[in-house]
């Protein structure tokens, strides 16, 4: 992939075996193919959706409505954020590793960032 993307906008869907990286390159979310999404720096994990191991999954979603929601391949929404009614959410992750829904304002977040 020739292209680092680091966001998933509306509609926007992250499959299994995908991943979105930081613009630093640091920090990488990846939709795993045992259905979690999971947040490394430099290859170590600090942030999953889920301990629950999952192998039907298809992958996550931006929906139009504000929530971020993991699919199944039967279309069984088995996690979401929780953070409808929304508009005009996407999802980012930071150069500092925090995984944040934004609509203007941050509305979900990870809270991975490293305290000072």
């Known amino acids: 992939m020739s292209e680092t993307h680091n966001t998933l906008g509306n509609d926007e869907w992250l ?3 995908q991943s979105l ?3 630093n390159g640091v920090y990488e979310l990846r939709m795993q193919e045992d259905g979690k999404i999971v947040s ?4 170590n994990p600090t942030w999953q959706n889920s301990r629950e191991q999952r192998d039907d999954v298809k992958g996550v979603r931006m929906q139009a409505d504000g929530n ?5 391949h ?3 929404a088995v996690w979401h954020s929780n ?7 996407f999802l980012i992750i930071q150069n500092d590793g925090n995984l944040v829904l ?3 304002n941050p509305v979900w977040a990870t809270s991975t960032t490293p305290s000072a």
């Not at 971020?68 to 199944?72: D, E, F, P, R, W």
């Not at 953070?83 to 959410?89: F, G, L, M, Q, S």
């Open 15 to 17: 499959l299994t075996g």
């Open 21 to 23: 990286w930081s613009e």
């Open 40 to 43: 490394y720096e430099n290859g």
């Open 68 to 72: 971020l929601v993991i699919y199944t």
């Open 74 to 76: 039967d279309d069984e």
């Open 83 to 89: 953070t409808a009614p929304k508009n005009d959410v």
């Open 102 to 104: 934004y609509e203007g």
